[in-house]
């Protein structure tokens, strides 16, 4: 048994199955590279879902860690400590908002957004005790708590996990009517991802974006954006909203948040929303602790100093141009922004899980998501020297 095939037979006896992984076991990684514990190396071309935008083990991210490892860990929220306060001041300064609300993990911050919401429904806008109301999209991804899986529409993420929380109504992604249609005087927010990564890189159709705002504030309902895997750079703007000159009401941001090292997240809005919340009715016992909040400071500090955002907007988009040049039988589409690109697998060639397979015989890491897509998100640092050696290994398999 080689070393690979023992460490995955010990995940597969000691670790639930709720994941299934390619068969590589990784034990360094430096930039966009990654080792096996073979010693070969990969490109890492998925970046754990956008949380690596920043590269492997960032040399001023690391030692910011170490740097307050040696300080302080954690308080919990009980005392003050000395990391906070700066790390949301140049959050909120960064994407221009009042104020944040820091927590560990996406999907807590899209419960802080959804409880935000709610709360200001009640409180400001006068709806009507429990019966508030928050307009979702087909296709959604925003975590994997009890009341998010609830307003999902894919089965195999609901499935067996009932009873879900009200409150949710699903409209087709992309459809200004269908959402128009939706709004009642109960609705309190639209939560939607600007652009739908785990559902397969979608992009909207342009103007969704713009005309959903315009809803919303017509109809005085909060613009909930889930910026979690397409924020910070991502894309190719700070926030992929402003690819629509879109300022939503609530924005959640996590993955890159944290640098790629540990888990921040964070929901941010203005004072109208966010000062719903008094002491006791929202928390986290490790939100905003002084290591994730030294953490998130270099972390934002690298996607601003090395203009994250242009790389991923000039690379990504050459990058597309490439791929579409492969004149490929496999090939239905290649869409994205920045350096969030899908391809397209069509159905009469299979799924998209054995391109993948081929890609890391040829060491190159990268994940299908909603069957049918290959998704390339490289960690932003990526150059284009080294995008252009992977297309040679891409055009291979997607010509073979
Ligand atoms: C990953 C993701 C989440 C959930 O983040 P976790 O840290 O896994 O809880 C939520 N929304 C979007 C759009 C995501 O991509």
Redesign the pocket.
Known sequence: MSRTEKLISEVDRWSAHNYHPLPVVLERGEGCWVWDVEGNRYLDMLSA???VNQGHRHPRIIAALNEQAGRLTLTSRAFHNDQMGAFLHQLCELVGYEKALPM???????ETAIKAVRKWGYTVKGVAPDKAEIIVCDN??????TT?VGFSSEEAYRSGFGPFTPGFKLIPYGDVDALAGAMTEHTVGFLV?PL???GGVVVPPEGFLKAAARLCREHGVKLMS?????GLGRTGRMLCSEWEDVRADVV?L??ALGGGVY?V?ACVADDEVMDVFTPGDHGSTFGGNPLAAAVGRAALDVIVDEDLPGRAAELGAWFVNELQGIDSPHVEAVRGKGLMVGVVIKESSGTARPFCEKLMERRILAKETHRQVVRFAPPLVITREILEEALESIREVLLG
């Open positions: 879902y956008s949380a560990n993990t996406g999907a807590e911050a899209v959604n991804f925003h975590g994997r708590t998010i991802e739908q990564g785990e889930d910026e979690i895997q397409t959640m996590g993955k888990p997240s």
